[in-house]
């Protein structure tokens, strides 16, 4: 029988709860339905002996940062107030790690502590969004993007909560196949999987930034306009600001053009109508403002790496 995967996951004070459950039970759902191990994991804290998180509760550990042992992974996981904490020690682990080869990734706010390592220049990066305008005024050398997740990179990164059970499941198909993570995805009754180029979906006006109001009204005009999809320019000048503001605040936001986020909007309603609805290709493409089935199908696929048929059979 081949060695399981040993992940280790780094627990930094006040981390996200919902994240470690996330990442660690779509490992042991694996494990139930392969019959056999092929995750195991381990948790470390900077005491050694419990961490602590956001919810007050606690977590018996196996590790101290200093005593991390060998393993497949090791995962960075954090949550609120990490700025304000002495990660000295787990950054000096990260890098003998990264030394031995460990592959080293980061779940929720733990791409913070990363990029203080000086892990991330040059790399797409994903983050919970609360803290992407502090992240990108700290880190401007990171590539930064809205993805729930990022695998294609050295340095995996979740943005916190269900999407670091994606970020497992991508990574189980990876060393499993398709056919296991889908099977584990049943079993956590999980029907609406994301690939990692699916944006963060949030409200609106509990993002940050999203109270300026020509920001929140383009993304307005371009929700009700998905159907029948209008320029930048000509919501900008409904806006009655100029074309080069809406860029600037896109950008400063969103880390995206117009034109992308607005993109994006129209494949993720897209997505949602593959899987959740009967709707043809035809009528599903229309629907999201594309002018042929043909068109849709080339977009699609390059988003997300699936035809939309293809998305449409691996869900039935």
């Known amino acids: 029988m081949a060695t399981p995967q040993h992940f280790v996951f780094a627990l930094v004070e006040d981390f996200t709860h919902m994240a470690l459950s996330c990442a660690v039970d779509p490992l042991r759902i694996a494990n139930l339905i392969a019959g056999k191990p092929l995750y195991r994991w381990s948790f470390a804290s900077e005491d050694g002996e419990t961490a602590r998180a956001s919810n007050d509760s606690h977590t018996l550990v196996h590790h101290s940062f200093e005593t991390v042992p060998d393993c497949d992974r090791l995962f960075v996981l954090s949550g609120i107030h990490m700025k304000d904490k002495d990660t000295s020690r787990l950054i000096a682990t990260l890098r003998r790690e990264r030394a031995r080869g460990t592959l080293i990734g980061a779940l929720c706010s733990g791409a913070y502590i990363l990029a203080k390592a000086g892990f991330l220049e040059g790399m797409q990066t994903a983050i919970h969004w609360d803290y992407h305008d502090s992240f990108m005024e700290t880190f401007p050398e ?26 497992m499941l ?31 979906r949030v409200s609106l006006q509990s993002r940050n930034g999203m109270r300026n109001k020509h920001l929140a ?41 117009p034109k992308k986020y607005f993109m994006e909007m129209r494949l993720e309603r897209a997505r949602h109508l593959l899987l959740q609805s009967e709707a043809s290709i035809t009528e599903v493409a229309m629907a999201c403002g594309f002018d042929s089935p043909g068109h849709f199908s080339r977009v699609y696929r390059s988003a997300f790496g699936v035809t939309p048929m293809l998305q449409r059979d691996r869900m039935s």
Do not use: C
């Open 170 to 200: 991508h990574l189980i198909e990876r060393d499993h196949g398709y056919d296991l993570s889908v099977a584990v995805a049943d079993q956590m009754v999980y029907n609406a999987v994301r690939n990692a180029t699916a944006a963060q």
């Open 142 to 167: 990171v590539n930064l993007v809205r993805n729930v997740f990022v695998a294609d990179e050295r340095h995996v990164t979740a943005s916190g909560g269900t999407a670091t059970a994606d970020l």
């Open 217 to 257: 009204k383009a993304i307005q005009v371009m929700h009700d306009n998905l159907e029948t999809p209008i320029s930048p320019t000509v919501i900008a000048r409904d806006l009655g600001i100029s074309t080069r503001q809406l860029e600037r605040l896109f950008g400063k936001y969103l880390n995206a053009s």
